[in-house]
């Protein structure tokens, strides 16, 4: 395809706090294609619609778009954009340098690929978990029919909201199903993004009484009738080329390099690793270095290990010299808890005998 061209959009309701906050995600890309679309969504407190129309005088590359409705660029992103890929973006959110650059190869590689979308990590006060589409169980026959973070996705659909006939927060819902009935979607296992749960003023957590929540799903049910074809069970809209290393990837999350700017050198200790997912690895995390267990080379920005039952044997074997060459960087640990499933007390005691207290670091559980 020619050269993806990425509008960013975004739209703001009693969040003019965040709008420095997420010019700033904006800015710090390091794709340089983009123009971000920005409305304020006719906010009763904090409105955003003041610093947004500043910043957009300022810098040619922010656009602000007045809407002529209440939620008319919540359910329909495209609207005001200029690019050939669009981005949702939502206002209290977090996109991290590289997710643009990420989006853009997978657009120009393949020109049958419709739509992105990314994992992340999610925070709802200080506790975060990460975010993957297992939970939806995929399988040859089944389709992708939720979006994850960072949905993105080829601008020539004109409009979502079905002239406006949409009433509750299906934009999600609705967006990825046309999306979907337009060709391929891939989801990038990777964390390219952080999802917040804002307090007071997202639709995620509003109370909703029973009658309003028998409409919401009404209206979902009302959508899904729309595109009967992705109900077929012999057809798939996924793009399955990540799926043999979903677990894989889990073990790279929350890890720093996910929100640096520069590629950095990792190295990955799980010793059972087969050769196409040391090859589907190396394609996920293309623009990174991944070295794999003992390695020569003298110092590695991160150690990310993968703990099984071989991977332990491995370690009580050789993490004292593998700690001695890296005194001073991060060591991150996951383990899946089908594969090596210790209790809170041994793992404890595993990670002080292997020198925990000096790694720098976290412990993430598939729990």
């Known amino acids: 395809m020619e050269r993806p061209v990425f509008s960013i959009s975004t739209s703001f309701y009693n ?12 800015k710090n890309q390091t794709y340089p294609f983009w123009e971000w679309v920005v409305t304020d969504d006719f906010s009763t407190e904090d409105s955003a619609e003041e610093r947004l129309k500043e910043i957009a005088a300022q810098d040619p590359r922010v656009k602000y778009y007045t809407q002529s409705r209440k939620k008319e660029v919540f359910y329909n992103p495209n609207y005001g954009c200029s690019g050939n890929v669009i981005v949702m973006f939502d206002s209290d959110d977090i996109i991290y340098p590289k997710l643009l650059e990420v989006y853009a190869k997978y657009f120009s590689e393949d020109p049958e690929l419709m739509g992105v979308c990314t994992g992340g990590i999610s925070y709802e006060g200080l506790v975060g978990q990460f975010n993957s589409i297992t ?7 089944s389709n992708f029919n939720f979006a994850q973070w960072a949905r993105a996705w080829r601008n020539v659909i004109p409009h979502f909201d079905f002239n406006g006939e949409l009433k509750y927060y299906q934009n999600d819902t609705n967006i990825w199903r046309q999306v979907e009935a337009r060709g391929k979607v891939m989801f990038i296992q990777r964390e390219l993004y952080n999802y917040n749960f804002s307090e007071n003023d997202s639709v995620s957590r509003v ?26 069970e012999d057809k798939c809209t996924f793009d ?3 799926l043999p290393i979903e677990k894989l ?48 080379r003298e110092k590695y920005d991160e150690v990310i290990i993968y703990l099984n039952e071989e991977t332990h044997e491995y370690l009580e074997k050789n993490l004292s010299f593998i700690r001695e060459k890296h005194p001073d960087i991060p060591f991150r640990f996951f383990y899946d808890t089908k594969e090596f499933n210790p209790s809170y007390e041994e793992l404890e005691n595993l990670l002080q005998r292997w020198g925990w207290k000096q790694f720098r670091g976290m412990v993430w559980g598939n729990i």
């Open 240 to 242: 399955l080329k990540f």
């Open 135 to 141: 939970a939806l169980e995929l399988d040859k026959k």
């Open 15 to 26: 969040r003019g706090k965040w709008v420095d906050h997420a010019y700033e995600c904006v």
């Open 249 to 296: 990837s889990w073990a790279f999350y929350g890890c720093d390099f996910n929100k640096a700017k520069d590629p950095k050198s990792l190295l990955f200790i799980k010793t059972d690793l087969k050769p196409y997912e040391k090859q589907l690895l190396g394609e996920l995390f293309w623009d990174q270095s991944i070295d794999y267990n003992i390695s020569k």
């Open 207 to 232: 109370l909703v009484s029973p009658e309003i929540a028998k409409g919401i799903e009404d209206e979902r049910l009302w959508i899904e009738g729309k595109f009967p074809k992705l109900v077929e």
